[in-house]
C-alpha cells in the first residue's frame, strides 16, 4: 500500500485545547482521523508525527523519501522562518503538500510570507481543519496523475 506523512509543527499538539476562535475546536487527534480515513478510501496509509523541534521534522523529512509517495505538511510557525526546512523539502523527490488551518493572509504581515512554499507543490490555506482533507486529496490526485504520464 502506498504512504503518505502527515507532519505537524510547533504548538499544534495545542489544537482545540486553546485559542478555539482561530484554530476551531478540533483537536490533532481530529486532524490525523480525518487524514487516514481520507487516505484510506483511496487506498493509502498516513504516517503521522508532530514534533515541536524543527530538527525532527528535519529528519522526518529527510526519512520520508524512502518510505512515502508524498507529504502533507503543516510547519506552524517554522513556515515563515526556517531555511532548514526549505533545504530539507528541495533535496528530496517527492512532494510536498502545505497546509494552513487559518487564511494566514488575513493576519499579521509577518504570516503572510512562507519561506517554504517555492519549493512546495501546494499549498492549502483558511478551510480550517478540513484543509488538511482537501490536501490528502490534491496529493493523491497529484501522485496518480503523475504516475501515468
Ligand atoms: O494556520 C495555521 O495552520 C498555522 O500554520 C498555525 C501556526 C501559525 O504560526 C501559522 O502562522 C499558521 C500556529 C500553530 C499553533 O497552533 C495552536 C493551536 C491551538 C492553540 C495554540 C496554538
Not at 52 to 73: T, Y
Not at 84 to 98: G, T, W, Y
Request: proline residues 3%; contains cysteine; negative net charge.
Amino acid at each position: 500500500m502506498k504512504r503518505l506523512i502527515l507532519l505537524n509543527g510547533p504548538n499544534l499538539n495545542m489544537l482545540g485545547k486553546r485559542e478555539p476562535e482561530t484554530y476551531g475546536r478540533k483537536t490533532l487527534k481530529d486532524v490525523v482521523r480525518l487524514v487516514k480515513d481520507t487516505a484510506w478510501e483511496k487506498g493509502y496509509e498516513v504516517e503521522d508525527y508532530q514534533s515541536n523541534h524543527e530538527g525532527d521534522l528535519v529528519d522526518r523529512i529527510q526519512m520520508a523519501e524512502d518510505n512515502a509517495a508524498g507529504i502533507l505538511f503543516n510547519p506552524a510557525a517554522y513556515t515563515h522562518t526556517s531555511i532548514a526546512l526549505r533545504d530539507a523539502i528541495s533535496s528530496i523527490n517527492i512532494p510536498v503538500i502545505e497546509v494552513h488551518i487559518s487564511n494566514v493572509h488575513q493576519r499579521e504581515t509577518f504570516r503572510h510570507h512562507s519561506m517554504l512554499a517555492p519549493v512546495c507543490a501546494g499549498q492549502i490555506v483558511g478551510f480550517g481543519i478540513d484543509g488538511y482533507r482537501l490536501a490528502t486529496l490534491g496529493m493523491i490526485e497529484k501522485i496518480e496523475n503523475e504516475g501515468r504520464k
